[in-house]
């Protein structure tokens, strides 16, 4: 079985902080990748995702995403954060072979301005 | 474009009462899933519908069961509920199976 395991559950960091959240998971198949983002009051929406190709994928608002395969990670980052940033953030994979969509636990992010 | 739409937004019920929730998916998406998010989880998959068939399953017990209509929306039906149950019930959709999921608004399910 496929499982999503996120490093911090919550981040606190100041406007024009740097942020590396961390994601792995374990499945050794053929996997996409997705960080999905929840604001405050708001659904599940897409910030970015890997499906092949460059390891190195960007989404909305300044995110981008590193697959690394060797280490079954997808890491999600932004060089500089703004207070409008706050929301959880999930890290989700999905492996071909199961088409089962599986979520990390969810990373909370606050900005303080 | 309406997105994924879900009904209704909030609902209480008792234990041991049935529920259904409803699910419209994103026009030109024929594939519906349905997760149940815990207060400070993630959401986890029950389910997924495609073609009216059930094509995928996660853990969750035979009192959640699904259907789908020609039209690709959706229901979930929980039976003999639980106030483990109480949660967050998201619906999502997408194109194919591995693809991209929409996700709507969620149905807020509290049991008592």
């Known amino acids: 079985a496929q499982s999503v395991s996120q490093h911090n559950h919550h981040v606190i960091l100041s406007e024009a902080a740097s942020l590396e959240l961390g994601c792995n998971y374990s499945?050794?198949?053929?996997?996409?990748l997705f960080w999905y983002v929840q604001y405050p009051g708001q659904h599940l929406q897409l910030l970015l995702k890997?499906?092949?190709?460059?390891?190195l994928v960007k989404g909305i608002k300044g995110f981008e995403a590193e697959f690394i395969k060797s280490k079954f990670s997808f890491n999600l980052r932004k060089p500089s954060v703004q207070w409008s940033d706050t929301a959880e953030y999930f890290c989700a994979v999905i492996s071909l072979e199961y088409g089962k969509l599986t979520f990390g636990q969810g990373t909370i992010l606050t900005v303080h301005p | 474009d309406a997105g994924v739409t879900q009904s209704p937004t909030h609902l209480i019920k008792t234990r041991g009462q049935q529920v259904t929730l409803r699910c419209s998916p994103k026009?030109?998406?024929?594939?519906v899933s349905w997760y149940q998010q815990a207060l400070g989880q993630g959401p986890q998959f029950i389910f997924q519908y495609y073609e009216e068939e059930e094509r995928q399953r996660g853990n969750f017990p035979d009192r959640f069961s699904g259907h789908q209509f020609p039209n690709y929306s959706s229901e979930l039906n929980v039976n003999a509920l639980l106030l483990g149950d109480s949660a967050l019930y998201l619906c999502?959709?997408?194109?194919?199976?591995?693809?991209?999921?929409?996700f709507g608004p969620g149905t807020r399910l509290t049991v008592l």
């Open positions: 499945y050794g198949g053929t996997v996409n």
């Open positions: 890997y499906f092949s190709g460059d390891p």
């Open positions: 026009s030109g998406h024929d594939t």
């Open positions: 999502a959709s997408s194109e194919t199976e591995g693809n991209e999921q929409f």
